[in-house]
């Protein structure tokens, strides 16, 4: 148990560190999100929209503005998320499984992992709350931090899973930007005020979304809603901790390599 719990702190301290040596993704996170959320009120008009919220359920009537500002932090917080957790866990990825051939368990390597996902969304969640708080007119800005940190969470973990599974982090950054692209478009307020596309539910976003924009916009809070991004968040940690448990380097193999680089 002791040996556990040395082995957590360690590799939490390490992974915050790494995320902390990061310059870009510090840049994502200090500049992009109140850019992406001012473009979006300047782009889009006070025009009256009447939105379907599955959650409440009710038409919501807001200025797309306000909607879409809040759907622009929601996508800035995924993308900025995601980034941070692939990218450390992309670059330590060889670290860790010289970690694992040290014996290291694995299970305390993965929890530090999704504690550090935990704590940077709550940091996003705060910070972009603050940003929507002076921009417009915020409800109940306590539920609406939580539905960010759910999106920071869900988008972190699908991070955690892609760092452990890819190849190349051009191939990361791709598939972290459509799939936010995609999630974020199709729950957009502004362009589809039904959300009645077939599946939406089953996007990551979509509970958060909800709670977000109900959180934002109405007096009703749809509390539930906002836990399903921790179901995305602990398939994708289960899923690497499959990947932990399949993909590493033996210590046969390991040791060929270094014959043969002494050669």
């Not at 919501?60 to 692939?86: H, N, Y």
């Not at 450390?88 to 504690?115: C, I, N, W």
């Not at 399949?246 to 050669?263: F, I, K, L, N, Y």
Request: proline share 5%; hydrophobic share 50%.
């Amino acid at each position: 148990m002791r040996l556990s719990w040395t082995a957590f702190t360690e590799l939490l301290r390490c992974t915050l560190l790494g995320h902390l040596r990061n310059r870009l993704a510090l840049v994502l996170a200090i500049a992009f999100i109140p850019v992406w959320i001012t473009v979006a009120r300047l782009c889009t008009s006070d025009e009256v929209v009447h939105i379907w919220l599955a959650a409440l359920p009710a038409t919501v009537s807001a200025p797309a503005s306000q909607a879409g500002q809040v759907a622009s932090a929601l996508g800035a917080v995924t993308m900025v998320a995601g980034f941070i957790t692939f990218t450390e866990t992309f670059q330590s990825r060889q670290m860790d499984h010289r970690l694992l051939l040290a014996g290291y368990p694995r299970l305390p390597m993965l929890l530090a992992k999704l504690v550090a996902i935990a704590l940077t969304a709550a940091l996003l969640a705060f910070y972009t709350t603050i940003v929507l708080w002076i921009s417009l007119p915020v409800r109940h800005p306590g539920p609406l931090a939580l539905a960010l940190a759910g999106a920071g969470l869900a988008y972190g973990g699908i991070g955690l899973l892609l760092g452990s599974l890819v190849r190349g982090e051009l191939e990361g950054f791709f598939l972290i930007i459509m799939l936010s692209l995609v999630d974020t478009g199709l729950q957009n307020p502004v362009f589809n005020t039904l959300m009645d596309v077939a599946g939406v539910s089953a996007l990551p976003l979509y509970g958060v979304n909800q709670l977000a924009l109900s959180s934002a916009l109405t007096q009703q809070i749809p509390w539930s809603h906002g836990l399903l991004s921790l179901t995305w968040c602990t398939a994708t940690g289960g899923l690497a901790l499959l990947v932990l448990h399949t993909h590493r380097p033996s210590p046969s193999s390991r040791s060929r390599r270094t014959r043969v680089r002494a050669g």
